[in-house]
């Protein structure tokens, strides 16, 4: 019974130290995932960014230059397969022969009109003595043909290709030398040297292997963090009897729920992705095809969509973005600080009434960025609503022109938060059955 | 569970005999006659609700934008009608004609110039100075220019006498189509077995006669399911009202609460089963000048879905991906498990029942999950993501409007909180009086015995 009693304020220190350094080297190995996944998100964020730059509709679908190839092939086949068919020269020679009758009854009218002077009519007796005005009419359909074989000419028509795509180059040029189009140029350049490549495929590549491998990473800190935050609670179950160091644990617990705080907010949560998925058809005989043509591509952290919510200019927005903020930063903080104070401080502290909501009933308002975020998600991300309608009419839409958000996706940042708003209902509810207070 | 609970109110009545046994039992009939009217109501309502989401699921297929403005067939259809109107009804008008004779008249003085001047040349040989002498003296050139008007106009009216423009334009035409013929992608006869598809569904046979259908269903569809949903309120209200005015009668205040808590089930149920968002952004006209005329393309949509919280839940658990799974199951864990299970609690928690053992996880259940039960959180969720769904719609949308002459287009975004989150909504204010009624009781009962 003395051993009992006399131990328990020695091995107390001596436990309360050991404890603390386990869980220091737990925070310090948190603390380095939650590190190195802020660091890979903004990286991330930055590729993504540098993606939807290149891939953007404005240089696919929308740019001259993009089109220029796929106009000479255009311009070439209609040259080539431009054939007046022999019903069209058939119904044209005789337009063409109509015509030049009609010259030739007026010429003849002229010519048989009463001259007054001496040459008029020396002229008038010559051309009826020399001209047989029937043969020249006999020759009509000859030089009828001879007009439509010039028209119907392959190198007339070359010329007229080559005017054509003399035209279109003409304002691919002026494109060229615009100023918008010059300054994305370079940017365009620098994203390819930055990434050592030569060529908008070879980025592509390179890009989506490099976002995957990040993918893969930044998961496997979001694991290493959660099986931090569990092997806390492990701690918790572990020592449920020893109420000694239970003041000690909770607040060494505290710090893990703050980094997981900072991390959930500023990693990246939602991924959103808008593109055309594919626009496929024949233009002019040209088979024009544009894949995946981006709108939108863009990661975003808690604090970006504030920060987008928050720069609209209508008032609602700005609501919705302050209440994310409180609910998300300005909520958890307070509580978590609140149930420090709680446990630490004194009894007029602790059942002060708002440290008392805070610490006990506020943890679930963070919940709502959560939902919002799943909501959202639900919306736009998961938006197979045409694809599904075509599949159960069992029609293919392989090769149709959809505009589609599919791509969009959850992110770590996401998976953190809501571990934290999980771990911070526990720990409240951890902290109703220690604390020595008043809880109601 | 209901069984049960009206298995305990069966047992109250029995138990509490004498004078106001009679009046309870009255009581008790009504309110359960209008629950059975609120279920009646909600149920109705769903049904109603769903409805709509398909017929507007529907009509957004009908007129997707994918089989519209992104379709080069409908853009080949559009544009070769309006080319071949303009050359079937091509006439030349006065003016015009004037103009083309003077186009032509141009080109044969040039003509006559360069053949003068070819003639007109020193030349060498003796014949040809001969030639260029009896040219001079016989062919006075004022006189050739002279005659050019009168050439040309020959010219002119034999080219535009309505027997040759008819032939030009059957080769014009004949031409165009072939061009046509050449521009296509496959989104054609996607289009008509949509079309067939959903037009023998609504048992339609073009698209003003859809619309038509359409638009009277859903004006039917709005008013039913308004009137449904006020029914419903209106029978919660109504037993509420008798709670208040009964509440002295304190033996019958279990079984009412049992049934309060009934009343609270059809809420839940209907609230977390019908959509509760629905998000349509569209372009409403896009209008493009071509040739003199316009190419109209109405009433794209662009975007639409419509889901209830069991919906969003559903997508989310259906998903691939293990985050989306775990924040499906989070999600219907903390609003829809939870809230039910504390309905649950509380029913056996008054009722003082021993059926589910220890009465410590039944109050456990009743009073301290509240911090675990979101429906609230998600009342203030659903109505911040609608607010800030509707405003990046709103400013993405406006960026597409664009009003010049050669192209106009006016997009509309009809996103709009449904009937469905109201009804959630009045869950969790119900929710809410319950609870303090619930306090009220346990305060003056105590403990079960």
């Known amino acids: ?440 | 569970m209901s069984e049960l609970q009206k298995d305990n109110i069966g047992t109250h009545n029995q138990i509490k005999p004498g004078r106001s046994g009679s009046a309870s039992f009255i009581l008790i009939a009504a309110l359960s006659l209008l629950l059975v009217a609120a279920a009646y109501c909600g149920y109705r309502f769903r049904a109603l609700a769903y409805e709509q989401k398909h017929i507007k699921e529907d009509y957004s297929l009908s007129n997707n934008i994918t089989f519209g403005i992104f379709s080069v067939d409908r853009w080949g259809d559009k544009i070769s009608a309006v080319v071949d109107r303009r050359v079937k009804g091509f006439n030349l008008n006065k003016s015009q004609k004037a103009d083309m004779q003077q186009e032509v008249e141009k080109q044969l003085h040039g003509m006559v110039n360069k053949a003068v001047a070819e003639f007109t040349r020193p030349q060498k040989g003796l014949g040809a100075k001969l030639k260029k002498l009896a040219f001079n003296t016989f062919v006075d050139v004022k006189e050739i220019h002279a005659m050019v008007p009168s050439f040309s106009r020959t010219i002119v009216t034999k080219v535009t006498s309505p027997k040759s423009l008819k032939k030009l334009k059957s080769v014009a035409v004949g031409k165009l189509n072939e061009l046509e013929a050449q521009t296509y992608d496959l989104s054609d006869q996607t289009i008509s077995s949509v079309e067939h598809n959903i037009y023998q569904k609504y048992k339609v046979n073009n698209a003003t006669a859809f619309d038509k259908t359409v638009n009277a269903k859903l004006k039917q569809i709005k008013g039913l399911s308004y009137q449904y949903a006020i029914g419903m309120t209106a029978c919660i209200l109504i037993a509420l009202l008798l709670w208040l005015i009964l509440r002295r009668r304190v033996d019958s205040e279990v079984s009412l609460f049992v049934i309060s808590l009934l009343f609270a089930f059809i809420l839940l149920a209907v609230g977390v089963s019908s959509p509760i968002i629905e998000v349509d952004a569209r372009i409403k006209t896009l209008e493009f000048a071509l040739l003199g005329e316009k190419l109209v393309f109405n009433n794209q949509v662009l975007f639409f879905q419509s889901q209830s919280i069991l919906g969003i839940i559903g997508t989310l658990v259906e998903q691939p991906k293990p985050d989306a799974v775990l924040v499906g199951v989070l999600l219907m864990l903390f609003v829809v498990i939870l809230p039910l299970l504390r309905l649950i609690a509380r029913g056996l928690q008054v009722s003082c029942t021993e059926l589910l053992g220890d009465s410590k996880f039944i109050r456990f259940l009743a009073f301290d999950l509240g911090k675990w039960d979101m429906a609230d959180v998600m009342v203030v969720g659903i109505a911040m993501t609608y607010i800030g769904l509707n405003g990046i719609l709103k400013s993405q949308l406006s960026g597409l409007n664009i009003d010049t002459e050669a192209l106009k287009v006016v997009t509309v975004n009809n996103s709009a909180l449904q009937l469905g989150f109201f009804i959630f909504v009045a869950y969790v204010a119900y929710n809410i009086i319950l609870s303090s009624i619930l306090k009220r009781i346990d305060e003056q009962n105590g403990p079960c015995n």
């Open chain 1, 1 to 440: 019974m003395e051993k009992l009693i006399n131990k328990p304020a020695k091995g107390k220190l001596i436990y309360r130290i050991l404890l603390i350094l386990a869980l220091g080297v737990l925070l310090v190995a948190e603390g380095f995932f939650g590190f190195r996944l802020h660091e890979l998100s903004e990286k991330q964020e930055q590729i993504k960014h540098d993606y939807s730059r290149v891939n953007n509709i404005t240089y696919g679908l929308f740019s001259v230059q993009q089109w220029k190839d796929k106009v000479a092939d255009i311009v070439h086949h209609q040259v080539s397969s431009l054939k007046i068919t022999s019903k069209q020269k058939k119904i044209l020679q005789g337009e063409v022969e109509q015509v030049l009758l009609a010259l030739i009854d007026k010429a003849e009218a002229l010519v048989n009109k009463p001259k007054k002077t001496i040459s008029g009519k020396i002229q008038k007796f010559a051309i009826k003595n020399f001209v047989n005005s029937d043969s020249i009419r006999a020759q009509v359909p000859a030089f009828a043909r001879k007009i439509i074989a010039e028209i119907d000419n392959p190198k007339n028509k070359k010329q007229l290709g080559r005017m054509a795509l003399g035209e279109f180059n003409e304002i691919a040029k002026e494109e060229s030398q615009d100023t918008a189009f010059v300054a994305n140029n370079a940017i365009l350049k620098k994203i390819y040297h930055q990434y050592n490549v030569s060529s908008n495929q070879q980025l592509n590549l390179k890009l989506s292997s490099t976002l995957s491998s990040i993918r893969q990473q930044t998961y496997y800190y979001c694991f290493g963090m959660l099986s931090c935050v569990i092997v806390v609670l492990a701690f918790w179950w572990f020592l449920r009897k020893r109420r000694d160091l239970h003041t000690t644990l909770f607040i060494m617990s505290l710090l893990f729920a703050f980094i997981l705080l900072a991390v959930g907010l500023t990693a990246s949560m939602i991924e959103v992705d808008a593109r055309i998925r594919s626009l496929d058809f024949v233009l002019l005989g040209e088979h024009v095809v544009f894949s995946d043509q981006v709108l939108f591509f863009q990661s975003k952290s808690i604090l970006d969509v504030v920060r987008v919510l928050i720069s609209q200019s209508a008032i609602d927005s700005v609501l919705v973005g302050v209440l994310i903020l409180a609910f998300s930063i300005l909520f958890p903080v307070v509580k978590l600080t609140s149930t420090g104070v709680h446990l630490l401080g004194g009894k007029r502290w602790a059942e002060n009434g708002i440290i008392r909501y805070f610490a006990f009933q506020s943890g679930k308002w963070s919940m709502a960025d959560v939902i919002v975020i799943a909501i959202l998600m639900a919306y736009i991300g998961l938006n197979g609503l045409l694809e599904n309608q075509l599949r159960a009419l069992n029609i293919n839409n392989d090769s149709l022109t959809i505009l589609t958000t599919n791509n969009t996706a959850l992110q770590p940042g996401y998976i953190i938060f809501i571990c934290f708003v999980l771990y911070g209902l526990i720990l409240s509810t951890i902290l109703k059955s220690i604390t020595p207070h008043d809880v109601h």
